[in-house]
C-alpha cells in the first residue's frame, strides 16, 4: 500500500432535527483510505452521506466520532488545507466580483505574489474553458455566469494553490457533456502531475473511466471500497441487435443466458445486415438499489 492521502477511522456525524431534536444518522461510522496519486470516487444515491463526508475531511464540521488524516494530519490541521484544493457542493461566490477577481482573492489567502497570482489565474481561466469568454467580456459579474461556467470557475479555484490534494464535491453538475470531458481530462492530468483527486458523483460512466478505486456509501454506511472493477460490476440486462434488410430495421434484444453468436447467424443467412451490437447494463441507480435491497456489504476493504 502506498502512502495513505487521506484516512477515516470509524467516522460518524449526526444531526439534530427539529423542535423533537430528532436525530440523524448522517455517517454511521465510515472508514476507508485514499492513497497517494490516485483518483478516489465516492459513490452513493442523494442523501447518503457523501457530502458529510467530505465536509468532515475539510473541517468544516466536526465529527460525532471517529476521526480522520488529511496528507498525514489529523483534521482539522492548517498546514494540510494549504495544500488542498477544494471545490463545495453549492459553491458560493461573490456576486459583484469577476472571475479573474476571484481567482486573485483566492490566491491571496494562499499568500502568492501579484506576478504569480495572475499567471495562475491565466493557465487555470485556460485551463477549465474560460479564457475565451473572459477575453471577451473580462469585467462580467460572476452572478451573471451560468451554471456550467460558475461550476468551471469553482474547479479553477480550488487549484488556484496547487494543490497536492483535489476534492471536489460533484464537480460533473451542471455541466455540458463538453465540460463534463473537459474536466474529466484535468482529472487525469491532475493524477499525471502526481496530484490525489477525491469526487463525489452519480455518473457511473464518469466513475468507470476516472477512478482507480470508489467507496460507496447507502444510508450512512459504507457497502464497499475497493477497485472499480471489483466493486462496480453492472448486471448485463440484455444485449440490443440493430439489424437491417433493405429500408427495414429491425431491434431485439437478446437475454444475458441468450445465444448471440446463434442470433446473429440466423441473421446474416437470412441476408440481414448487422448494424449494431451493444451490451446494455443496469444504472448505477439500479445498482444502489440492488446494495439498499442486500442491506449487506458484499466486498471488503483493500
Ligand atoms: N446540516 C444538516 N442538518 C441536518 N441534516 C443534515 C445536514 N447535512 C446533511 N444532513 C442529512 O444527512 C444526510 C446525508 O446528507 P449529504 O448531504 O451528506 O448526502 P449526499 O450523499 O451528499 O447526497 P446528494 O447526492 O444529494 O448530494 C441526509 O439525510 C441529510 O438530510
Ligand atoms: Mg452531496
Not at 185 to 205: A, N, P, Q
Not at 206 to 213: A, G, I, N, Q, Y
Not at 276 to 293: G, Q
Request: hydrophobic share 40%; aromatic share 4%.
Amino acid at each position: 500500500m502506498g502512502d495513505l492521502v487521506i484516512s477515516s477511522d470509524n467516522l460518524q456525524k449526526s444531526f439534530r432535527l427539529g423542535i423533537f431534536r430528532k436525530r440523524v444518522e448522517a455517517l454511521a461510522g465510515v472508514s476507508f483510505a485514499v492513497e497517494k496519486n490516485e483518483i478516489f470516487g465516492l459513490l452513493g444515491p442523494n442523501g447518503a452521506g457523501k457530502t458529510t463526508f467530505i465536509k468532515l475531511l475539510m473541517g468544516l464540521i466536526f465529527p460525532t466520532a471517529g476521526s480522520a488524516r488529511v496528507l498525514g494530519r489529523p483534521v482539522p490541521d492548517l498546514g494540510a488545507k494549504q495544500r488542498i484544493g477544494f471545490l463545495p457542493e453549492n459553491p458560493y461566490f461573490y456576486d459583484y466580483l469577476s472571475c479573474e477577481e476571484l481567482l486573485d482573492l483566492m490566491g491571496r489567502l494562499f499568500g502568492l505574489d501579484a506576478r504569480e497570482r495572475r499567471r495562475r489565474a491565466g493557465a487555470l481561466l485556460e485551463r477549465v474553458g474560460l479564457s475565451r469568454i473572459v477575453k471577451e467580456s473580462a469585467n462580467l459579474p460572476l452572478r451573471k455566469y451560468s451554471k456550467g461556467m460558475l461550476q468551471r470557475i469553482g474547479i479553477a479555484q480550488a487549484l488556484i494553490n496547487d494543490p497536492e490534494l483535489v476534492v471536489l464535491d460533484e464537480p460533473m453538475s451542471g455541466l455540458d457533456p463538453i465540460g463534463r470531458r473537459e474536466i474529466r481530462d484535468l482529472m487525469v492530468d491532475l493524477r499525471r502531475e502526481g496530484k490525489t483527486v477525491l469526487f463525489s458523483t452519480h455518473i457511473l460512466s464518469d466513475v468507470e473511466l476516472l477512478c482507480d478505486r470508489v467507496a460507496i456509501i447507502v444510508d450512512g454506511k459504507l457497502r464497499g471500497s475497493g477497485p472499480v472493477d471489483k466493486l462496480l460490476s453492472p448486471r448485463l440486462l440484455h444485449t440490443e441487435v440493430v439489424l437491417a434488410s433493405g429500408d427495414r430495421t429491425e431491434i431485439c434484444e437478446v437475454a444475458p443466458d441468450g445465444d448471440l453468436d446463434a442470433v446473429l447467424r440466423d441473421a446474416l443467412a437470412a441476408g440481414k445486415h448487422v448494424r449494431s451490437v451493444t451490451p446494455r447494463r443496469e444504472s448505477l441507480e439500479d445498482l444502489f438499489m440492488r446494495e439498499v435491497e442486500a442491506g449487506t456489504s458484499r466486498v471488503s476493504q483493500s
